[in-house]
Structures are given as structure tokens and as C-alpha cells.
T-cell receptor, first 115, second 111 residues
């Protein structure tokens, strides 16, 4: 069974600074990988996804993520953080041909942005 | 967004009471999911559906049942609510591409 680990529960970053959120997954074959963002009191919104091909994927809101098979990682990055990026971020992995196209989510990383 | 609504958005109920949460989608997605979100646990899958009348259990299905009589509606029922089922419940839908789209959530409090 697949699993996802987000090692950082909380991250505090200054506005304008860069941000990197870590995600490590466990899965035997090529995974489908996702990052979601959740603002307070809201549902989850898809930021970006990786299925195959180019290992650097671009998403919405200026985010990007890099798939590194050798490290079983899919880290999320943003060069310059805005106050509106304060939210909780979830990494998720899907298994190809898994019943129901199910996803497994990490525990989340809460990002605080300092002015 | 995939046009997903959840009702009610907030509910307070007493232990032992049956509760039904509704998820409605307008995108004709094949797959529908119910998750619960609790601090420190991320999102955990309760049940999912892969078609009308086709459902299966997720990782935390005890105490919950689901039904899907139409493509657009997926109901989650707590037969006899317990305090451990106090949580925020999210519905999600998906097509064949593995992406899932989430509703706004229902905050359930069991007293």
C-alpha cells in the first residue's frame, strides 16, 4: 500500500521569501502525485499534479514541484511567498490501476507567512 | 471547480442520533469519495463510489454507511453518532484522471 509523509507540520516564512515543502512517498511503481492547498474553512484545491514526463511541473498560484524518483520525493516550491499563501498544504499519491482511483494523503504542512 | 455542494454545512447532534450528510455534484464524475479530516491525521477515506449503487470501504469505514442511487448524489450516514465521529467531512469527486475535486466540507459535532 502506498503512503505519504510530510515531515514538516508547521513552517513559518517571511513574505517575499522562498518556500519549499517536503513530501516523501512510498509506492512500488510510478505514482501519480498531487499537491493540494486548503485555506481556513475551505475545501482542498488542486495546485498541481504529476503523472509522467517532465519531472518539474508547474501549477497554479506560482507553485512548482519536482518529482525525484531516486529520493521518492515530490517537493513543492514557490520562489516568493505572498501573505495569501498562508494555508495548509497536502501532498497526495495515487496508485495506477488502484481500485476507485483512490488517493492517499499526507498529514499536511501548515504555512504561516510573516509580514 | 467541479460544482460540488455539501449539506448541511454545519451540524450539531447528540450521541446515538442517526445523521446523514449529502454530497451533490454537477460534473457527471464517475467517482465520489467521503473523507474525514482531523488534526494530525490529514484526510482519511471513509467510503467511495465507482458508479451508481457501486460503493466500497475506505480505511476508516466503521460506523459509517453510504449510498449512491444517482450519479450526482452520494450520501454518508452515521447510523448512531458517537463523539469520536466529531470531525470535518469532505466529499470529493473524480473522473478517470485521478484528480479529485473537493466540496466545501461539513463540520459535524456530536455532543
Amino acid at each position: 500500500a502506498q503512503s505519504v509523509t510530510q515531515p514538516d507540520i508547521h513552517i513559518t516564512v517571511s513574505e517575499g521569501a522562498s518556500l519549499e515543502l517536503r513530501c516523501n512517498y512510498s509506492y512500488g511503481a510510478t505514482p501519480y502525485l498531487f499537491w493540494y492547498v486548503q485555506s481556513p474553512g475551505q475545501g482542498l484545491q488542486l495546485l498541481l499534479k504529476y503523472f509522467s514526463g517532465d519531472t518539474l511541473v508547474q501549477g497554479i498560484k506560482g507553485f512548482e514541484a519536482e518529482f525525484k524518483r531516486s529520493q521518492s520525493s515530490f517537493n513543492l516550491r514557490k520562489p516568493s511567498v505572498h501573505w495569501s499563501d498562508a494555508a495548509e498544504y497536502f501532498c497526495a499519491v495515487g496508485a495506477s490501476k488502484a481500485a476507485g482511483n483512490k488517493l492517499t494523503f499526507g498529514g499536511g504542512t501548515r504555512v504561516l507567512v510573516k509580514p | 471547480d467541479a460544482g460540488i455542494t455539501q449539506s448541511p454545512r454545519h451540524k450539531v447532534t447528540e450521541t446515538g442520533t442517526p445523521v446523514t450528510l449529502r454530497c451533490h455534484q454537477t460534473e457527471n464524475h464517475r467517482y465520489m469519495y467521503w473523507y474525514r479530516q482531523d488534526p494530525g491525521h490529514g484526510l482519511r477515506l471513509i467510503h467511495y463510489s465507482y458508479g451508481v449503487k457501486d460503493t466500497d470501504k475506505g480505511e476508516v469505514s466503521d460506523g459509517y454507511s453510504v449510498s449512491r442511487s444517482k450519479t450526482e448524489d452520494f450520501l454518508l450516514t452515521l447510523e448512531s453518532a458517537t463523539s469520536s465521529q466529531t470531525s470535518v467531512y469532505f466529499c470529493a469527486t473524480g473522473g478517470d484522471s485521478y484528480e479529485q475535486y473537493f466540496g466545501p466540507g461539513t463540520r459535524l459535532t456530536v455532543t
